[in-house]
């Protein structure tokens, strides 16, 4: 039998990082979309498409893991293995700059908001706030489920 690496694809510590990504993204996605006026910023229609993106992904991968666990035979070839390594590359790189952006521009304008002008006010401004750590956390899951899919293709 072929030695198994925790979190690697085909494995129950996959499922739940796949499970996560999506409730994180899921999350992050309702709590941008409570207020109608997010599409005013460029950082956080990024935010909204790739949690859109992510969540397709993680729910995809999620299957191809129950998959795997009820037959006892996770996937093991090494074309298969890169597809999902370089895609769970680029959309961790894409969700971490995705939660950085609409981070900074939620902190613009709470800064903005202690002069004169009211940019935003608190409770949309927590709102944003919410979205982006969601989006964080989103990124956390994915950047571990990726080193763990880098660690097991060399030893295809």
């Not at 909204?48 to 993680?58: A, F, H, Q």
């Not at 893991?65 to 894409?94: C, E, H, N, Y």
């Not at 202690?114 to 990124?139: D, E, K, P, T």
Request: charged share 10%; net charge neutral.
């Amino acid at each position: 039998m072929e030695e198994e690496f925790p979190g690697a694809l085909g494995t129950s510590a996959s499922l739940a990082l796949r499970l996560g990504q999506a409730i994180f993204s899921v999350t992050s996605l309702l709590f941008m979309c409570f207020h109608i006026q997010f599409y005013s910023y460029t950082s956080f229609c990024f935010l909204v498409t790739i949690m859109g993106l992510v969540i397709p992904w993680s729910l995809t991968l999620a299957l191809v893991d129950v998959f795997s666990i009820f037959v006892k035979r996770p996937p093991r070839q090494v074309a298969i293995m890169s597809v999902v390594t370089i895609g769970d590359w680029v959309l961790s790189f894409l969700s971490l700059a995705a939660a950085c952006s609409a981070a900074s521009v939620t902190d613009i304008l709470i800064t903005s908001g202690h002069s004169n002008v009211n940019l935003c006010s608190g409770r949309i401004c927590i709102r944003y706030q919410l979205s982006a750590a969601m989006a964080f956390l989103s990124w956390c899951l994915s950047l571990a489920s990726s080193l763990c899919n880098l660690w097991l293709l060399p030893s295809l």
